[in-house]
C-alpha cells in the first residue's frame, strides 16, 4: 500500500517521552511562527487546520480569482451576465452557486492556474517498486506530483496553459456533450489541487463553498458590477473583509 512520506516520527518524542506524530510535528513546527505555545495533539491538528490549511489556501484562491476577474474583461462580463440572469438567494446558497456554469468554471480555472498548494504531501513507493510511463520507480523513493507543475503543463492543458482561460471548463465548439463529460472526467483525475487518496485535503468541499459564495457576494457587492451590463472600465478592488 502507498504510504504518506514525511520526517521520521520515531526520532521525535513529546515531553512525556511518547513519539509523536507527523501532524504534532507540523504544528510543533509552526508554533515558532505563530508565537504560541505548544497544545495537546488533538488541539494541535484544528490549529493546523485553522491557522493554515483552512484559511490561508482559502483566502489566496479568494484573492486569485478576484485579480483573474478584475484584469479579464470578458470574463468579467460573463461572470455578472450569469449572475444576472439567474435566481438566487442573498447571500447564495452554494447549491444556487453550484448551478452556475460560468462561475465553477471561474473556481476550477483559478485553482489550476494559481494553486494555493504548491506541493503536496510526498508518497513512497510500496514494495516492488512500480512503473509510471514506462519508467521504474524503486520501492521506497519518496515520489511527489506539484501542483504547480501540473496546473501549467502544456502537455495536459495545452498551449495556451499559462493562460486563465475559464472556457477551457466549458463545452468546446463542436463538442458533444458526452464528448465534453469524458474530457473533464479526464481533467478530474489529473487534479491534484486538492491532493488525493486516503489523505487528501479534508476541508475540499468547505473550501470551494466558501470560495464560490465569496466571488458572487464580493461581484455582487460592486454596484458597477451589478447595477450595469454595459461596462466600460475595469473598476480596482477595494479591500473586502469576509466573514463566514
Ligand atoms: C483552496 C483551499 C484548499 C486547498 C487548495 C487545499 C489543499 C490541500 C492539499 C493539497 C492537501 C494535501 C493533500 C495530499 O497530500 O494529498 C491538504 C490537506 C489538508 N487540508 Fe486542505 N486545502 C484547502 C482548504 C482546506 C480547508 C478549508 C480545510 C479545513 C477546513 C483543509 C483541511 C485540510 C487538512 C486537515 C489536511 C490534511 C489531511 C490529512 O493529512 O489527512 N483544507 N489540503
Known amino acids: ?39 495537546s495533539s488533538r488541539i494541535n491538528v484544528l490549529l493546523k487546520m485553522s491557522r493554515q490549511a483552512g484559511s490561508d489556501t482559502t483566502s489566496t484562491a479568494i484573492r486569485a480569482i478576484i485579480l483573474y476577474v478584475a484584469t479579464n474583461r470578458s470574463v468579467y462580463r460573463n461572470l455578472i451576465s450569469e449572475l444576472c440572469s439567474s435566481q438566487h438567494s442573498h447571500p447564495i446558497k452554494y447549491q444556487e452557486a453550484l448551478k452556475l456554469p460560468y462561475l465553477q468554471a471561474i473556481v476550477t480555472e483559478a485553482l489550476r492556474i494559481y494553486s494555493p498548494v504548491g506541493f503536496p504531501g510526498s508518497r513512497v513507493v510500496p514494495p516492488g517498486g512500480t512503473t509510471v510511463f514506462g519508467h521504474l520507480i524503486p520501492e521506497a523513493t519518496w515520489v511527489m506530483l506539484p501542483q504547480w507543475c501540473v496546473g501549467r503543463s502544456k502537455e495536459i492543458w495545452g498551449p495556451d496553459a499559462n493562460i486563465f482561460r475559464p472556457e477551457r471548463w466549458l463545452r468546446q465548439e463542436g463538442e458533444s456533450e458526452e464528448e465534453m463529460n469524458e474530457r473533464l472526467e479526464r481533467w478530474k483525475r489529473i487534479d491534484t489541487t486538492f491532493g488525493n487518496g486516503d489523505v487528501a485535503c479534508l476541508g475540499k468541499h468547505i473550501a470551494l463553498m466558501k470560495i464560490s459564495k465569496a466571488i458572487v457576494e464580493v461581484s455582487k457587492s460592486r454596484s458597477q458590477f451589478s447595477k450595469s451590463m454595459q461596462l466600460t472600465k475595469v473598476v480596482p478592488i477595494d479591500v473586502v473583509v469576509f466573514k463566514f
Do not use: F, N
Open 1 to 39: 500500500m502507498w504510504h504518506r512520506g514525511g520526517m521520521s516520527c520515531k526520532e521525535y518524542r513529546d515531553r512525556d517521552g511518547q513519539p509523536m506524530t507527523e501532524h504534532e510535528l507540523q504544528v510543533e513546527a509552526l508554533v515558532p511562527m505563530y508565537g504560541l505555545i505548544p497544545l
